[in-house]
């Protein structure tokens, strides 16, 4: 079992907007700004695609976002294209005994 | 440009250690804000964190596997090793070494990763 908590899977239309949720708590989330997304291709390694909460690294489609309120982050893809279905995985850091936890992975399928 | 590649057996034994090791281009790992974790993924499972490694020398471990792990560096040759004890078919798993940035503890570039299997 995850630390953090991620919907199993989400679906949405290529165009629309959909939104992963990732619910940890007051030690983790909660507690510091810095929580990351990665996206993850079958077979392939996960590729970062959100960093403090927010921000997007170079090469990353400004139809991502992130966001955060209380303990809950969220990853935001706006104009789904196919290529967006892939796994999604949350992270964040998690204090000076824990470090690091990760969520259980949201499947992203693009109808 | 940088890039990460891991290297180590791909099937060990029950009881066995694991030794893989992470050798990187396109930063040091003398520079500060740099790090090194490990990181693995059961097939069809989340991803889990191992442990890091900082440009100062410090190390973290999982809390739960803390007793199994040693992440060591040689920042002459730009390789992070992880040995892993008494090893277990629960192991079996493709880690991954990742870059992390100090800064934002967000992990920026990944190896490709290289899968374990534990097994008799």
């Known amino acids: 079992q995850s630390a953090l908590t991620q919907p199993r899977s989400v679906s949405g239309s290529p165009g629309q907007s959909v939104t992963i949720s990732c619910t940890g708590t007051?030690?983790?989330?909660?507690?510091?700004?810095?929580v990351s997304w990665y996206q993850q291709h079958p077979g392939k390694a996960p590729k970062f695609m959100i960093y403090?909460?927010?921000k997007r690294p170079s090469g990353v489609p400004d139809r991502f976002s992130g966001s955060k309120s209380g303990n809950t982050a969220s990853l935001t893809i706006s104009g789904l294209q196919a290529e967006d279905e892939a796994d999604y995985y949350c992270?964040?850091?998690?204090?000076?005994?824990?470090?690091?936890?990760f969520g259980g992975g949201t499947k992203l399928t693009v109808l | 440009q940088v890039t990460l590649r891991e290297s180590g057996p791909a099937l060990v034994k029950p009881t066995q250690t694991l030794t893989l090791t992470c050798t990187f281009s396109?930063?040091?790992?003398?520079?500060?804000?740099?790090?090194v974790t490990w990181i693995r993924q059961p097939p069809g499972k989340a991803l889990e964190w191992l442990a890091r490694?900082?440009?100062?020398?410090?190390?973290y471990y999982s809390t739960s596997l803390k007793t199994r792990l040693t992440i060591s560096k040689d920042t002459s040759k730009n390789q992070v090793a992880l040995t892993m004890t008494n090893m277990d078919p629960v192991d079996t798993a493709t880690y991954y070494c990742?870059?992390?940035?100090?800064?934002?503890?967000?992990?920026?570039?990944w190896g490709q990763g290289t899968m374990v299997t534990v097994s008799s």
């Open positions: 990742a870059r992390m940035l100090y800064n934002s503890r967000a992990f920026d570039i």
């Open positions: 396109g930063f040091s790992l003398s520079t500060s804000g740099m790090c």
């Open positions: 490694i900082d440009w100062d020398d410090d190390k």
């Open positions: 007051s030690s983790d989330i909660g507690g510091y700004n810095y």
């Open positions: 403090d909460v927010t």
């Open positions: 992270c964040s850091y998690a204090g000076s005994s824990i470090y690091v936890v």
